[in-house]
């Protein structure tokens, strides 16, 4: 592994270094932004805080953080994995159009906003602890996944979560429902099936990649969240 002290390596020096196919890490990280930008292969750990736009535009790349980052994380990736151990800022995951986003902690407002999937490339973004307001606001498709742990009995969501969504689901590990809930919405029930087919994998591969437990990702109820396609807007769009 090579590694580069971001007090000592300017960050152009170890871009040259992020499309190798090489596995790095970057150490003493503190606010600086664009890191792992459009990565193409290649494994980056990142030790501290990334500010904004931590893998921006992720093209297959795996992102390994230990510790928390800013907002715009994973801002329109494409594809590859990103793993925050700690929490995310504001805007996680924005557009995303396919891969793997995972945070331990909590994120911020505004995570998952027009999230995408088409065909075979489908994102998914867990959040382990809980999310701000305006959680998935005009997903288009793909899953998110809000664990609440640690936090059971409590709203994981805050406000307008799926506001102007047309497409994807939102999963839930919770029986509050979300405050200022559109009856643009469907919520339901996740029954064993769906949790068994759709969610185990997913939190399997979750948990895994965190040494959590599975089976504490999975307990409790979930309850899932989509477009009413009766609702008029819904056929302004494509389905996905």
């Known amino acids: 592994m090579r590694v580069f002290d971001i007090r000592k390596d300017s960050l152009e020096t170890i871009r ?3 499309n190798r196919n090489e596995e790095i890490e970057i150490k003493g990280c503190l606010g600086e932004r ?15 805080t990334p500010g904004n736009g931590l893998a921006s535009y992720l093209d297959g790349g795996t992102i390994y953080v230990d510790g928390n980052a800013q907002d715009a994380t994973a801002d ?5 994995l990103v793993a925050v151990r700690g929490s995310a800022g504001d805007a996680l995951a924005y557009g995303m159009r396919s891969g793997r986003v995972y945070v331990l902690g909590d994120a911020g407002y505004r995570a998952g906003v027009h999230m995408k999937a088409y065909e075979e490339n489908r ?5 382990g602890g809980r999310s701000g307001s305006f959680l998935g606001e005009y997903l288009a498709g793909g ?7 640690g936090h059971e009995g409590e709203n994981i969501t805050g406000y307008f979560c799926g506001n102007g969504m047309y497409a994807g689901t939102i999963y839930l590990r919770t029986e509050t429902t979300p405050l200022n809930l559109s009856d643009k919405l469907i919520k339901r029930s996740v029954g064993d099936e769906e949790k068994a087919n759709v969610l185990r994998p997913i939190l399997s591969d979750f948990a895994s990649v965190f040494s959590v437990s599975e089976e504490e ?21 494509a389905a996905v």
């Open 76 to 80: 329109t990736m494409n594809a590859g």
């Open 143 to 149: 899953i998110i996944i809000v664990l609440g742990l």
């Open 123 to 127: 994102s998914i973004l867990v959040i």
């Open 217 to 237: 990702c999975l307990s409790g109820s979930f309850m899932a969240i989509e477009a009413d396609k009766a609702k008029s807007y819904s056929q302004l769009y």
């Open 16 to 18: 040259k270094y992020e």
């Open 34 to 48: 664009y890191i792992g930008c459009a990565m193409r292969n290649g494994i980056l750990h990142v030790k501290g």
